[in-house]
């Protein structure tokens, strides 16, 4: 085809060369990334040594009889006579402050969707839209601050809590940034439901409620749940809002109105101070080296759906009635 | 493309000032550590630089553990220390090839604060124990005609502050796991402000908004609200020294910042950030040690140990 | 309008609602506290060291030169890979589309990994692995590099928001029409003409608009910078790549939680939360205008 094609100068294949390995740049970030957090928690896995003052690499996740206390307990007190490393008290307390996030984030993201999908007029949608989009770039830090100034109290004097900082208000903060990621996800996995099932149900003679509930949820659940596994890969990494508004107790125990200590908060609060390559230094990258693996676990799930979700709607759009699927989900891949 | 070429090249100036910056590492002291110290190593930074123009201070904070990390490290010239430095840490600095020295720059008195309307006459040390190690729950158990829960507020395990109370006053056991803890002794004091049910403890010069316990050492003992005589002459159980801690004998900017905090200049920022000046002999001594260290670096590994007579009872 | 179609709307609108009412109340009582303490002396000055009065200049300026040595560095790499993706991977052969499957799974993880862990990376290479290593080097062991400073933390950044500007160059050069580059091959250019003078100035809107993403992103983060440069107090300005800085999303962290009077220094904590706020405000404004405009060009 190409006629008079003049020759590529040197240097163009040079800079093409440099682009693809300026490519190549992210696959290198995530595996640096892997590598240089668990380098410096290796030695605790393979070293005889390690952790010797407690009882070995098992004694990170075992109650025990520690001096001073009645029965055996999983505790979290890295400096002290001797220093206790139990990483159980802050997994409990991740989970404890990510679960009641996705119970407020989960409604509130979805039910928020649904109503800009399917409720809410056009120009009502185009106002509301850009909001939550600026809601998700508030830096978690000012949400942090938020939460502790001025909502803790609030919440505190409402409910009548013994704790201002617990994991109840450290939830609503960690909300603050789930729910837009849930939000927009859900809200692109509804716009992809095809409108001829939605307009089949409404023909058929049900509501519109009933087709939302009935039809619409349930066919764009995949996303749905991508939504819902992309947000609490974000609530699992958030840092700061969990450091100024949980009240980093290490607690064992679910009770929402106390206080928890996140793994993220953890590492936050404790890095700065340890002695590079002790246990505790150690313990602090292994931890990092967990959270690394659960958030990318959570975002290939996440992914997987979403790319399943998008190969289906792409079959469906072959033999179309009308062909009218409203959007693919773009920001799916990318949102946290 | 233009602009990341643009950028590349403003990435490649400053590559080249780091050239310029070389030189000025001689000008620029840093110090890190201690967070109960930060506002004092600010007001010093700050009155120093109006006092020596040429020469500039940089401040970070993380805690007592932080500074002596970065010390151990070699990534800042002085640590700031609100407790003893441990033996180890003095190891690990002289295997460095240093030798470490351990100035006393402040006095303070770490304080139990509760909410204004807090009834509590006094606490004593046992009793402040009990509380914090969870054993006593209830304000009915430590002599409050009130039977609500207490709420622990206390310091994130890198402070100073947190380390010297598990010390000296929880003997060396843990603190109670439901103990909230904050990342700054201002956020402690924040917290029991707006906490009828709460008690924290800090800095001495923290306190604003909430109510001082006077603290008697052993149960039957009168107790002593903290103020500067009690602290420097050592009535109140729970004062202490605040360190600075050089890696070894200091020169340049260094030496001139230390020598300044030492004088009368540095120690009257003290008062103003809540802290206690050094008593007269303290200071002399301190002097002596720097002087020392001037005069044969090696002499001062044996001035700088944590010996006993650093603590603030030896100096009674 | 039937009941349960009632209930929906109340439902799920309660539920939007809720949404807005927080981001307003966020923003209204930031307003509210922090606009009485703003004038012009406090975007130059210092903070004063009792953390109550002077300003946030060293806080913005550390901020600006984080985020600018961050694109500096990142934006680069990113549009490279965005490049590569939507021009080069579909017609680079047998591997070319496969290498990309897994440059874009790459991304999208790299977006999901915690900020917190890139502070760990962070420390663990840059400061310990490059920058002592530079100091074994260069300086035969002596801490020039091997500690915290801006460069470590913009570089931290920049590794952070990569995928932004991936993900939005790649969109945005996926958009340009395919009969420009036809015409641009076929008078005679070669693919690095056609991509630098026809494809790329048309997607610039879209490419900006990642920038600006990423530059909001980068402003905001703290976690990854704790360990990798910020500083709690600093009149000085930095003049160095390897010097501490002080950051307005750290400054916000440490006034908030390190302030000996929390009651004296609450309006000039609202203020500085209130510059933090507008200009993650501001930059997201600055990128949905470039969206808009990409999209019309599209």
Redesign the interface.
């Known amino acids: 085809m ?1 006629l ?3 020759r ?2 040197w240097w ?1 294949r040079a ?2 060369r ?3 390995l ?6 290198l ?2 595996v ?2 892997g590598i ?2 668990f ?2 928690a290796w030695p605790l896995l393979v070293d005889d040594d390690a952790l010797t003052d407690q009882g070995g690499l098992s004694s990170l996740f075992r109650p025990q009889l ?4 009645d029965e055996p307990l999983h ?1 979290w ?5 001797p220093g ?1 490393l139990d990483v159980i ?1 802050l997994v409990v307390g991740t989970l404890k402050i990510t679960g009641l996030t996705m119970a407020i984030a989960i ?6 969707a ?3 999908s ?3 007029p056009r120009r009502l949608r185009e106002w ?1 839209k ?6 998700a ?10 939460v ?3 909502l803790a ?1 609030g919440v505190q004097r409402a409910f009548d809590l ?4 617990n994991a109840f208000v450290a939830a609503i903060g960690l909300a ?1 940034a789930v ?1 837009p990621v849930v ?1 927009t996800i859900t809200e692109d996995a509804l716009r992809t439901v095809p409108r001829e099932l939605v307009e089949a149900s409404l023909a058929l003679g049900a ?4 087709t ?2 009935g039809v619409t949820l349930p066919a764009a659940m995949p996303g749905i749940a991508a939504a819902v596994v ?1 947000g609490f ?2 609530a ?5 809002i969990v ?2 508004a949980s ?6 125990g679910l009770d929402p109105t ?2 928890a ?1 996140t793994l ?1 908060a953890t ?10 390559g002790s246990d505790h230094w150690r313990v ?2 292994l931890l ?1 080296a967990l ?2 693996v659960v ?2 676990a ?3 799930l996440g ?1 997987w759906v979403v790319l399943r979700l998008r190969r289906k709607l792409r079959a469906e759009d072959v033999a179309p009635i009308s062909g009218t699927t409203r959007r693919a989900p ?1 920001a799916a ?4 | 493309m233009r602009v990341a070429l643009v950028c590349v090249i403003g990435l490649f100036a400053c590559a080249g000032a780091t050239r310029r910056a070389e030189r000025n590492a001689a000008h620029t002291v840093t110090l890190r550590g201690s967070d109960t110290m930060v506002v004092l190593c600010q007001r010093w930074a700050q009155a120093f630089r109006e006092a020596r123009p040429d020469l500039s201070v940089q401040v970070g904070g993380g805690g007592s553990g932080v500074g002596i990390a970065a010390l151990l490290n070699g990534t800042t010239d002085l640590a700031a220390a609100s407790r003893d430095v441990e033996p180890s840490e003095l190891d690990g600095l002289r295997e460095r090839g240093g030798a470490p020295i351990v100035l006393r720059v402040a006095v303070d008195a770490l304080a139990v604060y509760v909410h204004e309307d807090n009834a509590l006459p006094s606490l004593d040390v046992a009793s402040l124990r009990a509380l914090y190690r969870g054993r006593a729950t209830h304000w009915s158990d430590v002599g409050r005609s009130d039977a609500s829960r207490v709420v622990l507020y206390g310091r994130e395990n890198s402070s100073g502050t947190y380390v010297y109370f598990k010390e000296h006053v929880l003997d060396r056991f843990d603190f109670a796991a439901e103990t909230q803890s904050l990342p700054g002794t201002a956020a402690v004091i924040q917290a029991v402000r707006h906490d009828p049910k709460g008690i924290g403890y800090g800095g001495f010069g923290f306190a604003h908004g909430v109510r001082l316990v006077p603290i008697a050492p052993t149960r039957g003992e009168p107790a002593v609200v903290p103020d500067e005589r009690t602290a420097i002459d050592g009535s109140y159980p729970l004062a202490r020294f605040l360190y600075l801690v050089l890696s070894d004998a200091p020169t340049g900017a260094t030496r001139d910042l230390v020598t300044w905090v030492l004088s009368d200049e540095g120690q009257a920022e003290v008062a103003g950030a809540g802290f206690f000046p050094l008593p007269a002999e303290v200071r002399e001594a301190e002097r002596a040690k720097l002087e020392a260290s001037a005069a044969d670096p090696a002499d001062s590994i044996e001035a700088s140990a944590a010996d006993p007579a650093d603590s603030i009872e030896a100096s009674r | 309008m039937n009941r349960g179609d009632r209930w929906l709307a109340w439902g799920s609108g309660l539920a939007l609602a809720t949404v807005l009412f927080a981001t307003s109340a966020l923003f209204g009582v930031t307003l509210f506290e922090g606009v009485p303490r703003l004038d012009a002396a406090f975007f130059v000055e210092a903070p004063d060291a009792s953390m109550v009065g002077g300003g946030i200049g060293p806080a913005l300026v550390g901020t600006a030169l984080v985020t600018l040595l961050m694109t500096a560095a990142g934006v680069p790499v990113g549009v490279a890979t965005g490049i590569w993706l939507a021009e080069y991977a579909p017609r680079a052969g047998r591997f070319g589309p496969r290498l990309a499957i897994l440059v874009r799974a790459a991304v999208a993880n790299l977006a999901g990994v915690p900020s917190i862990v890139f502070g760990l990376f962070g420390l663990g290479f840059f400061v310990l692995f490059v920058g002592r290593g530079l100091d074994h080097a260069l300086a035969e062991g002596a801490p020039v590099w091997g500690r915290p400073g801006l460069l470590w933390a913009s570089l931290t950044l920049a590794v952070l928001t990569l995928p932004v500007v991936i993900v939005t160059t790649e969109e945005a050069i996926r958009a340009v029409p395919d009969s420009l580059r036809e015409a641009a091959l076929g008078v005679g250019a070669t693919r690095l003409d056609t991509v630098f003078r026809v494809v790329l100035p048309r997607a610039a809107p879209g490419i900006w608009t990642g920038v600006v993403l990423a530059i909001g992103r980068g402003a905001g983060e703290v976690a990854p910078i704790l360990f990798t440069g910020a500083a709690n107090y600093l009149p000085e300005l930095p003049n160095d790549p390897r010097d501490m800085f002080m950051h307005l999303g750290y400054h916000v962290y440490a006034l908030s939680t390190q302030s000996p009077d929390v009651d004296a220094s609450r309006p000039t904590l609202f203020a500085t939360v209130l510059v933090l706020l507008a200009l993650a405000f501001l930059l997201n404004l600055v990128a949905s205008v470039l969206r808009s405009r990409a999209r019309r060009i599209a």
């Open positions: 190409k008079g094609r003049i590529t100068p163009h800079l093409e440099l682009i693809a300026f490519a190549s740049s992210a696959i970030a995530v640096a990334i240089f957090v380098r410096e520690w001096p001073g206390y505790v007190q890295p400096v002290g006579f206790k008290p409604p509130l993201g979805v039910g928020g649904v109503f800009l399917e409720v809410a509301v850009p909001a939550v989009e600026l809601l770039a508030v830096p978690s830090v000012v949400v942090g601050f938020f502790l100034a001025i109290g013994t704790y201002r900082l603050f729910v939000l509501r519109r409620w009933q939302t509930l992309l890969g974000r699992i990494g958030e840092t700061m450091l100024m009240g980093n107790a290490p607690v064992m106390s206080s200590r993220t590492i936050a609060a404790e890095l700065g101070e340890v002695t590079p602090l990258f990092g959270l690394f958030t990318f959570l975002n290939e992914r773009a891949e990318v949102a946290p």
